[in-house]
């Protein structure tokens, strides 16, 4: 069974600061990873995936598989990236590639 | 772009009373799911139907039965309703294959009385 960590809750930055949302994982076969960003009153959205090494509003990821974790990071966090953040897992060595959420941190950005 | 539609988007049920929340895709998806999402837990997958035929239970399937009416549609039902269903229920639709991406619909709030 696979598992994902989200161990902030809440994350609160001035604007301009750094960001960095914390995701730890456990999957016994190959994981494949991805942020989803919920917006006030928008629906839950894919921001990025791992496979993509992409980097979307200035948002990265890395998948490191030694310390099983993923976090979210951009340098400088803007207003308009308060939201709920889930990193989520899937399996790719299965078949069943249902997503797998963390409990999500929502993260404030303050002017 | 209708995308993924869920119905209804609020609901109130007395303990015991039975419904069904719809859920369409119009994006030739075969994967669909349904999650549910309650404070400080996230999602936790309920159902999941990697295509037409089949579904599978999640993390939290009791209580829940799910149809894969075709492929555009996977319903939820619950039987006989607890104040413990009281919650924000998400379908979600993907490709499930090799480039995976689920697309959400805007979910359904529902309250057990």
């Known amino acids: 069974a696979q598992r994902v960590t989200q161990p902030e809750k809440l994350l609160s930055v001035f604007k301009g600061a750094p960001v960095e949302l914390k995701c730890n994982y456990s999957y016994s076969g190959s994981p494949e990873l991805f942020w989803y960003v919920q917006y006030s009153r928008q629906r839950l959205q894919l921001l990025l995936r791992h496979i993509s090494r992409e980097s979307i509003k200035g948002f990265t990821a890395d998948l490191n598989k030694g310390e099983t974790s993923f976090h979210l990071k951009k340098p400088f966090a803007q207003e308009e990236d308060s939201a709920m953040y889930y990193c989520?897992?899937?399996?790719?060595?299965?078949?069943?590639?249902?997503?797998?959420f963390g409990s999500g941190t929502r993260l404030q950005v303050q002017p | 772009n209708a995308g993924v539609t869920q119905t209804p988007k609020f609901q109130v049920l007395k303990t015991g009373q039975s419904m069904t929340l719809q859920c369409a895709q119009d994006?030739?998806?075969?994967?669909m799911y349904w999650y549910r999402q309650d404070p400080g837990m996230g999602l936790r997958l309920i159902y999941y139907?990697?295509?037409?035929?089949?579904?599978d239970k999640g993390e939290v399937p009791n209580g829940y039965n799910v149809s894969r009416l075709n492929k555009r549609e996977f319903s939820l039902r619950l039987e006989s309703a607890a104040p413990s269903q009281t919650s924000v229920y998400f379908c979600?639709?993907?490709?499930?294959?090799?480039?995976?991406?689920?697309?959400f619909g805007q979910g359904t709030r529902l309250t057990v009385v």
């Open positions: 989520a897992l899937s399996p790719m060595d299965t078949g069943r590639r249902a997503l797998t």
């Open positions: 979600a639709s993907s490709t499930g294959t090799s480039y995976l991406q689920a697309f």
């Open positions: 994006m030739n998806h075969n994967s």
């Open positions: 139907s990697a295509s037409e035929g089949t579904t």
